[in-house]
């Protein structure tokens, strides 16, 4: 069955021209997809079975799940040594009394014992909370209390960064690859794994039950948790099948951090949903490193972001000689706007069109895509796939007609659609203000033959190298410096990064600009907030534009960078 119904999949949308999508679109429904799942027949709902354990249970134990490399460890874990682990971890957790709906966080690097625990925490029916590795203390501070977790998987380096006695809802922390834990409250991870059974009977859920949250940033306001639920894994494996058109005997390598939604829902649950081997890749980025692990993997499908691919334009063709990519069957990308320039080089380079794919924290998946089987208009986005309904609206709600510029907005809703933001009903209601659509504050058009083409945010948002940033996040943190009477931070155009962050900062008295305080206040961002957070350009301004409720003027300060008008400056102090 599960064959022919992967075919039916396929026809639904290998159509490639126009009037094929749209038959395409009128015969598909989610209903067919839901039917590969276990709980289908069953009832019983649970992400890490159907990704993991379910495949061991069909007799496919032994297929290679997990390609792990860094610079210290090479290492491959097949479906059932994942069952094992993960259920190992989900023992641990249950015996510390974590339980269904409970959030579990893990803040650390790479590594095999992220997936591990990120499965078992799943398997408890817990809500996995993925932290990114440079994240510094203030923002580590935020997310846990915001999401009230209850324990924390992390590494003896990352410990400093976590304000215990800050933080009373913590009550376990699991340290990896630390030895022994004398200190109360810290627990050693592997003593703990080695101790428990490697099987487990999983908590069994309903599909509206929680599955992650991932802090994402707005432009007011510290960040959202945006919470998901079991459902998404609908979406997960179809697009799975459809975008990231994964086969059998696929290596799949997805390069985000799970501190992304990019590396949960395309780093561990498309591919494991779909029975693909998984690679992950730990360090930093290089573009010698990250050909070699195409090379040395024969990695087949490539999911991964517009500013790495420009590095990797920068690096040269020299550096493509000297690896072997012909392994590469189909690449993708996300995270900002994919030049097409980029697209046109892919092709020379590697002899593939990067497909680009465009969707957010909050949709939990993918939804207007390039995909196999149709062409693609490089610099477009793509189109919405079946199933999921895109339009331009404006402000009041009303669909608008081609090539005019409006709101991205999306039919509400779709299976991996987030369920709530935590802790606040309010931000959630927001997206949905027009009667059913979820506004994704992304501007675009769409053309006649239904392709969407991105033109920016809406609100202040920033986007440097594909990672979203909350101007307030870093104008909070940087008043927090005693030189810093007000700040106001905006996005500033780069050519790799798509944009850089810009502070313009407003000094105390008694304080000088100096390029000393400049590198200071920099680095309290940097050490404070976390990397990609801090500000790469500092100006000094004497005083910052201020509505009459005493709002920084981001708008104001985004004109002066690029010389353009300011615009309506009635609200404006003095
Ligand atoms: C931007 C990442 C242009 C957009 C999965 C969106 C894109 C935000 C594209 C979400 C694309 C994502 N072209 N812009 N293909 N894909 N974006 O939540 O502004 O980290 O709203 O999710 O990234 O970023 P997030």
């Not at 593939?352 to 390039?370: F, P, S, V």
């Not at 100096?514 to 990609?532: D, N």
Request: proline share 5%.
């Amino acid at each position: 069955m599960s064959q022919a119904h992967n075919e039916m999949l396929q026809t639904v949308v290998s159509e490639s021209n126009l009037g094929d999508y749209t038959e395409a679109r009128s015969r598909f429904d989610w209903e067919t997809v839901e039917r590969h799942f276990t709980w289908h027949a069953s009832g019983k709902v649970n992400m890490a079975h159907e990704a993991i354990d379910r495949h061991v249970l069909e007799g496919r134990g032994g297929k290679t799940a997990l390609l792990y490399s860094d610079a210290s460890r090479e290492e491959a874990y097949t479906f059932a040594d994942l069952s094992e682990q993960s259920s190992r971890f989900g023992n641990v957790l249950r015996k510390y009394g974590v339980a269904k709906g409970d959030r579990v966080f893990i803040f650390m690097p790479r590594s095999p014992e992220l997936y591990f625990s990120l499965l078992g925490i799943l398997k408890v029916g817990a809500v996995a909370g993925p932290l990114f590795e440079a994240f510094m203390e203030t923002a580590v501070k935020d997310r846990l209390e915001d999401s009230g977790a209850v324990a924390l998987v992390t590494t003896p380096e990352l410990l400093g960064r976590i304000k215990r006695s800050e933080l009373p809802d913590l009550k376990h922390i699991f340290v990896v690859g630390g030895g022994p834990q004398s200190d109360a409250g810290l627990l050693d991870f592997d003593a703990e794994m080695a101790a428990a059974a490697d099987d487990m009977e999983v908590e069994w859920l309903t599909r509206e039950d929680g599955l992650l949250i991932h802090y994402t940033s707005g432009s007011t306001g510290k960040p959202k948790g945006v919470y998901h639920v079991q459902n998404a894994m609908i979406q997960h494996y179809y697009t799975g099948k459809v975008v990231l058109d994964l086969r059998e005997n696929d290596v799949y390598w997805c390069t985000a951090d799970p501190g992304w939604v990019t590396g949960t829902s395309y780093g561990i649950f498309a591919p494991w949903l779909n029975g693909v081997t998984n690679v992950i890749r730990g360090g930093r980025f290089s573009p010698q490193d990250w050909y070699s692990t195409i090379e040395k993997n024969k990695v087949s499908v490539w999911y991964s972001a517009p500013t790495a691919f420009r590095m990797l334009m920068g690096a040269g063709d020299e550096t493509i000689a000297q690896h072997d990519l012909s392994s590469l069957r189909h690449v993708m990308s996300v995270g900002e706007p994919l030049n097409p320039e980029v697209v046109r080089w892919g092709w020379k380079a590697y002899g593939q069109r990067i497909h680009d794919t465009w969707w957010m924290t909050e949709t939990g998946a993918q939804l207007i895509c390039n995909y196999p089987g149709m062409p693609i208009k490089p610099g477009s986005m793509g189109r919405p796939l079946p199933g999921i309904e895109a339009a331009i609206i404006d402000d009041r709600g009303q669909v608008l007609p081609p090539y005019s510029m409006g709101n991205l907005a999306i039919r509400a809703p779709w299976p991996s659609m987030m369920a709530k933001i935590w802790n606040n009903p309010a931000k959630y209601e927001e997206y949905f203000r027009l009667t059913g659509w979820y506004v994704s504050g992304d501007s675009a058009y769409m053309d006649e033959d239904g392709y969407f083409w991105f033109q920016g945010r809406i609100d202040d948002v920033i986007n440097s190298s594909g990672e979203r940033i909350g101007p307030f996040e870093v104008e909070s943190k940087l008043v927090e410096h005693p030189a810093v009477a007000e700040a106001g931070v905006i996005g500033k155009p780069d050519v790799t990064r798509g944009e850089i962050i810009k502070a313009f900062v407003a000094l105390r008295e008694g304080y000088e600009a100096t390029p000393e305080l400049k590198e200071e206040i920099y680095r309290f961002v940097k050490e404070g907030l976390s990397a990609h957070a801090a500000p790469r350009e500092i100006e000094f301004k004497e005083k910052l534009p201020k509505t009459r409720s005493g709002k920084i003027m981001r708008r104001v300060l985004k004109a002066w960078e690029l010389d353009l008008p300011t615009g309506d400056l009635s609200t404006i102090e003095d």
